[in-house]
Each structure stands twice: as C-alpha cells, then as structure tokens.
Nanobody
C-alpha cells in the first residue's frame, strides 16, 4: 500500500492549488482518506477527510469555506482543492489512508490513519 501526494507549489496569497492523492494497492472508495499538513516548528494537523463509501467530509476550522476534499472513484484519486490561500497555509501536505470506519472528531486525528504518503510542499508567499 502506497500513497502519492502531488500538486504542491508556490502560489501568491489569494491563489489556488489542487492537490492529488493517488494510492497504489487499494481503491479509495473503500478507505477513509485524510489530508494533513505540517508547517515548520508546528505539529502536524488534520486539514480535511473524506470517509469511505458514503464520502462524508470533515474540515479543520482553519480551512472551512476555502478547501474542498473530493473523491473520483473512476480515477481512484482524492483531491484537495485549496482556494483563498494564505501565508499560514504554507506547509508540507500529506495524504493518509485507513480502512477503519472513522467518524466525527476521529476523522482528523493522525493516529487513526495507517498509511501515509510522502508530502508535497505548498508555499504561499508574495
């Protein structure tokens, strides 16, 4: 089981990026997928999650209304659409997966996730 995150880059404040998370070895439909980020000097935090099957979504308060997580079952990919980016969104973004059924506050807890990909750097700066 592997995960590949991509789509990061340098963007100006107010700009947009779309991150992709592509797994190998499993279908995203059957796994909860979470996006996490880690900024320099800060702990890793959960940003967004989409549950397996019914696709319930959850977001950190800091990104609500700006970030959207989605799943394309045909492409077997999970996306994180980020709009209205701010300098404080600068971080390495990781996607993670678990086959466990997660809900509520557990959706954004990193300890719940079993598989992690390498991160992709997002830098928001003018």
């Amino acid at each position: 089981v592997q995960l590949q995150a991509s789509g990061g880059g340098l963007v100006q404040p107010g700009g947009s990026l779309r991150l992709s998370c592509v797994p190998s070895g499993f279908r995203v439909y059957y796994y909860a997928i979470g996006w996490f980020r880690e900024a320099p000097g800060k702990e890793r935090e959960g940003v967004a999650c989409i549950t397996s099957r019914d696709g319930t979504r959850s977001y950190a308060d800091s990104v609500k209304g700006r970030f959207t997580i989605s799943r394309d079952n045909a492409e077997n990919t999970v996306f994180l659409e980020m709009k209205g980016l701010k300098p404080e969104d600068t971080a390495v973004y990781y996607c993670a997966a678990t086959e466990r059924v997660v809900a509520g506050i557990f959706m954004l807890l990193e300890g719940v996730y079993d598989y992690w990909g390498h991160g992709t750097q997002v830098t928001v700066s003018s």
